[in-house]
Every structure is written in structure tokens, then in C-alpha cells.
């Protein structure tokens, strides 16, 4: 069963809720809104739906594209008896004028090059230090 999930808004698309965490935002003047819990499931899947989101602000400059809002969510499990993660599944919502074409482009890019989703994708040794 699928849980541990996250949501990051930004632009039109920020939570309004009262109980989220808002962060300032390179690429937004008013920043995101954060709704997770704080577990290390929640903040692995909070990585991934940050940088998702930031990616699509970044991407979407680059090409001239104007998104008035974005919201990512993901969520995930967890295996019960190693905790190995299942996987992780996000979903993005973009409010723009621009092509429906442009915008599905530009997300399938983002999905492509996204730094965090890449390096949880390759899997990274995790060493605790001295």
C-alpha cells in the first residue's frame, strides 16, 4: 500500500492550508508551500517532489515558458519487513497559458534530468561517518 505522501505548490498552486510549511523559492516571488509529515519516508519523497518542482521552474525559463503554478505530489512504501522502498510515484499539476504540447514536453524533460529522482533511480550507498 502506497503512503508517506507529499505535496509542494508553488505559484497558483500553493496550498492554502494552514498547516503547511512555506519555503522561499528561486523561482517564485511568493515561494512554495510544503505539506508533509516529518518522517524520513515523508522528507525521501518530499527530495524528490522538491526537485521536481524546481526543475520544472528552471526548465520552463530556459524554453520561454511561463507556468503560473505548479503542484507536485509523491508518495511511496515501504517493504515491512526490510523497509526497502517500493518506489516512489509523483504527479504534476501545471497551471499555464501556454500549449497543453509545450507543457507536456517540458514535464517529460524534467522527468528525464531531474537530479534527485535520477540519483534515486541509480540507487546511492548511504555510509555514516566519523
Known amino acids: 500500500m502506497e503512503q508517506f505522501a507529499v505535496a509542494v505548490g ?15 523559492h528561486r ?4 515561494g512554495v508551500t510544503v ?14 517532489a ?17 507556468l503560473d503554478g505548479v503542484r507536485v505530489t509523491a508518495r511511496g512504501g515501504f517493504d515491512d519487513d526490510t523497509w526497502a522502498s517500493t518506489g516512489i510515484t509523483y504527479t504534476v499539476e501545471v497551471d499555464s497559458a501556454e500549449a497543453t504540447e ?7 524533460h524534467v ?15 548511504v555510509r555514516r561517518g566519523r
Open 50 to 66: 522538491g526537485c521536481v518542482l524546481n526543475d520544472l521552474y528552471r526548465e520552463a525559463a530556459t524554453r520561454g515558458l511561463v
Open 10 to 24: 508553488a505559484g497558483s498552486l500553493r496550498s492554502e492550508d494552514g498547516s503547511v510549511v512555506h519555503f522561499p
Open 111 to 125: 522527468d528525464e534530468i531531474a537530479e534527485i529522482p535520477r540519483a534515486l533511480r541509480l540507487g546511492a550507498p
Open 35 to 48: 505539506e508533509a509529515d516529518f518522517t524520513g519516508a515523508h522528507l525521501l519523497h518530499l527530495a524528490a
Open 27 to 30: 523561482w517564485t516571488p511568493e
Open 102 to 108: 509545450d507543457l507536456a514536453r517540458l514535464v517529460v
